[in-house]
T-cell receptor
Framework: SQQGEEDPQALSIQEGENATMNCSYK?????LQWYRQNSGRGLVHLIL?????REKHSGRLRVTLDTSKKSSSLLITASRAADTASYFC???????????FGTGTRLTVIP | ETGVTQSPTHLIKTRGQQVTLRCSSQ?????VSWYQQALGQGPQFIFQ???????GRGNFPPRFSGLQFPNYSSELNVNALELDDSALYLC?????????????FGNGTRLTVT
């Protein structure tokens, strides 16, 4: 079974708008990571946030983590058509070596 | 540096057959993980190998087995294929087995079981 759930399942926005995706998880974690997947290809790591961090930035990406609510959000600012992809959150549970992936958000950015 | 490469890219097998998928890890990475991704779903963890030993396994039956070689490349073997095994199989490598560093994924092998 999968650890996380992303919300929404699908999101369609105009180029230049911001996109926000949310992730909820169930257990205690060591870190949470976000990955991007273009259609039918491998996943690309975007950003990692540790359980003792609340916010992290990388270029146009901003990630927040609320361990009390067991949730995270990924904000992509000034979206581009090239941002069209599926986005997954993945958690490393405390004591585990592997990552558990969520169900993903399918983002479409319309030029 | 060379990234993670997987072969073959596509494969069609018949129910009951056996399949071997291959993965070359990124240079300097000693940990390889395998994931199964069904259409429209997130990747599901199959198992992880660290320095040629399995050190973690997800909820997959024993007919899913693997190997890691001294050069840290890896194989995933699936016996007695079932229709539900149709999926994208992803290999990922990392310089750490602790899950504290990002995974580097290959582009996957698309397996179709008919």
């Amino acid at each position: 079974s999968q650890q996380g759930e992303e919300d929404p399942q699908a999101l369609s926005i105009q180029e230049g708008e911001n996109a926000t995706m949310n992730c909820s998880y169930k257990t205690s974690i060591n870190n949470l990571q976000w990955y991007r997947q273009n259609s039918g290809r491998g996943l690309v790591h975007l950003i990692l946030i540790r359980s003792n961090e609340r916010e992290k930035h990388s270029g146009r990406l901003r990630v927040t983590l609320d361990t009390s609510k067991k949730s995270s959000s990924l904000l992509i600012t000034a979206s581009r058509a090239a941002d069209t992809a599926s986005y997954f959150c993945a958690t490393r549970e405390t004591g585990a070596n592997n990552l558990f992936f969520g169900t993903g958000t399918r983002l479409t950015v319309i030029p | 540096e060379t990234g993670v490469t997987q072969s073959p890219t596509h494969l069609i097998k018949t129910r009951g057959q056996q399949v071997t998928l291959r993965c070359s890890s990124q240079s300097g990475h000693n940990t390889v993980s395998w994931y199964q991704q069904a259409l429209g779903q997130g990747p599901q963890f199959i198992f992880q190998y660290y320095r040629e030993e399995e050190n973690g396994r997800g909820n997959f039956p024993p007919r899913f087995s693997g190997l890691q070689f001294p050069n840290y490349s890896s194989e995933l073997n699936v016996n007695a294929l079932e229709l539900d095994d149709s999926a994208l199989y992803l290999c990922a490598s990392s310089p750490s087995d602790r899950g504290v560093l990002p995974l580097h994924f290959g582009n996957g092998t698309r397996l179709t079981v008919t």
